[in-house]
T-cell receptor, first 113, second 114 residues
Framework: AQSVTQLGSHVSVSEGALVLLRCNYS??????LFWYVQYPNQGLQLLLK??????LVKGINGFEAEFKKSETSFHLTKPSAHMSDAAEYFC???????????FGAGTILRVKS | DTEVTQTPKHLVMGMTNKKSLKCEQH?????MYWYKQKAKKPPELMFV???????INESVPSRFSPECPNSSLLNLHLHALQPEDSALYLC?????????????FGPGTRLTVT
């Protein structure tokens, strides 16, 4: 079965600092990996996806993630945090069918001014 | 356009009520999903419809009854719910094409069962 583990339920950074949210996956087949963001009382918004085309994936709002097979990781980064980035971030994995999306527990990002 | 709409935004219902949640997308997606999200938890898959047919039911109690009238619409019929069913119910859709599996989510319906 596929799964993802997000390290750190809460991450706090200063405005302008690097954002690093960690995600490790477990999959017996080449995975599809995703990062979603959820603002309070809203649905999930897709930030970026990995589908084996390129290991460095660029997403919306300045976020990017790098797929590292040797480390089974797909960490999310942003060079400079903005106050508007404060939200909950979910890493997710699916198999080749794409129908069964399995989410990590989520990481709440706090941005301090 | 990557919009999935859900109605209502909020719903309060008693345990003996019957209500329905509605989801709509006009992106031509052929897969649609219902998720349940409890507070401070990730979304949990409930149902998947592929080409208007139910393809996955994650052992959801029968008091939740999904329906896919056409390729753009997805309903979730609710009957005799319990207070523990209170949650955010999210709808999502995706293409059924290799490499295009990303799911697009609606804003959700916040359900409270009293």
């Amino acid at each position: 079965a596929q799964s993802v583990t997000q390290l750190g339920s809460h991450v706090s950074v200063s405005e302008g600092a690097l954002v690093l949210l960690r995600c490790n996956y477990s999959s017996s087949v080449p995975p599809y990996l995703f990062w979603y963001v959820q603002y309070p009382n809203q649905g999930l918004q897709l930030l970026l996806k990995y589908t084996s085309a390129a290991t460095l994936v660029k997403g919306i709002n300045g976020f990017e993630a790098e797929f590292k097979k040797s480390e089974t990781s797909f960490h999310l980064t942003k060079p400079s945090a903005h106050m508007s980035d404060a939200a909950e971030y979910f890493c997710a994995v699916s198999d080749s069918s794409g129908n069964k999306l399995v989410f990590g527990a989520g990481t709440i990002l706090r941005v301090k001014s | 356009d990557t919009e999935v709409t859900q109605t209502p935004k909020h719903l309060v219902m008693g345990m003996t009520n019957k209500k329905s949640l509605k989801c709509e997308q006009h992106m031509g997606h052929r897969a649609m999903y219902w998720y349940k999200q409890k507070a401070k938890k990730p979304p949990e898959l409930m149902f998947v419809y592929s080409y208007e047919k139910l393809s996955i039911n994650e052992s959801v109690p029968s008091r939740f009854s999904p329906e896919c009238p056409n390729s753009s619409l997805l309903n979730l019929h609710l009957h005799a719910l319990q207070p523990e069913d209170s949650a955010l119910y999210l709808c999502a859709s995706s293409q059924e094409r290799q490499g295009k599996h990303e799911q697009y989510f609606g804003p959700g319906t916040r359900l409270t069962v009293t």
